[in-house]
């Protein structure tokens, strides 16, 4: 069962409840896209549009100007010649990661996380079986190492709650939402890698 890229995860989803969450990409076609681009507030990011690990590949840059915009654009063409790339707006916050597996034993499974970077670094993770309600999540939220953090700094744990139940209950064969971003304010899907039931 094949992933899906963010703009295809996206195009999937993108008439579903849970897009409601979903920080939209920009094609980097600098040439026809630059007077949307140029109406993002920066820094911005710049990314492969794939299915691998985009950190691991180097394949994701953040970038302050519409100048550096375009001398990065440049360099990951050259890294990667004849690949698609996307531009996004930043989003500070704390990364969770939240996937859905499908389990022989369990059928669906849900799990939750430190996300971004830390997801592999830190192995911080919890697994509910699906379906699953708002108070487990948030239970299982409780769990995690990073719990404390997403306490400290205030972050809104009731949007991230909602929009992991959200997910939960997408008729998906597998996900992994890596990172949902989640701050004070809101809880949003940065990246995405779906594969949706036949």
């Not at 306490?151 to 949902?180: G, T």
Request: no cysteine; aromatic share 6%.
């Amino acid at each position: 069962m094949e992933l899906l890229d963010l703009e295809n995860s996206f195009e999937e989803i993108k008439d579903l409840e849970i897009a409601n969450y979903l920080v939209l990409p920009i094609n980097a076609d600098l040439e026809k896209f630059k007077a949307k681009i140029e109406k993002l507030k920066f820094p911005l990011w710049i990314k492969l549009n794939t299915s691998e690990h985009k950190a691991k590949i180097e394949a994701i840059k953040k970038v302050s100007s519409y100048e550096e915009l375009k001398k990065v654009h440049s360099q990951l063409q050259k890294q990667f010649p004849g690949k698609k790339f996307i531009v996004q707006e930043n989003v500070s916050g704390i990364e969770i990661i939240a996937g859905i597996k499908t389990d022989k034993t369990f059928e669906k499974v849900l799990l939750l996380g430190a996300g971004g970077s830390l997801a592999e670094l830190i192995q911080d993770t919890e697994f509910r079986i699906l379906p699953i309600e708002k108070t487990e999540i948030e239970e299982a939220l409780k769990q995690l190492k990073i719990y404390k953090i997403l306490e400290e700094k205030q972050a809104n744990i009731s949007k991230l709650v909602n929009l992991i139940h959200d997910f939960s209950k997408l008729k998906i064969e597998e996900a992994d939402l890596n990172p949902v971003i989640v701050n004070e304010k809101e809880a949003v899907i940065i990246d995405a890698r779906i594969s949706l039931e036949e």
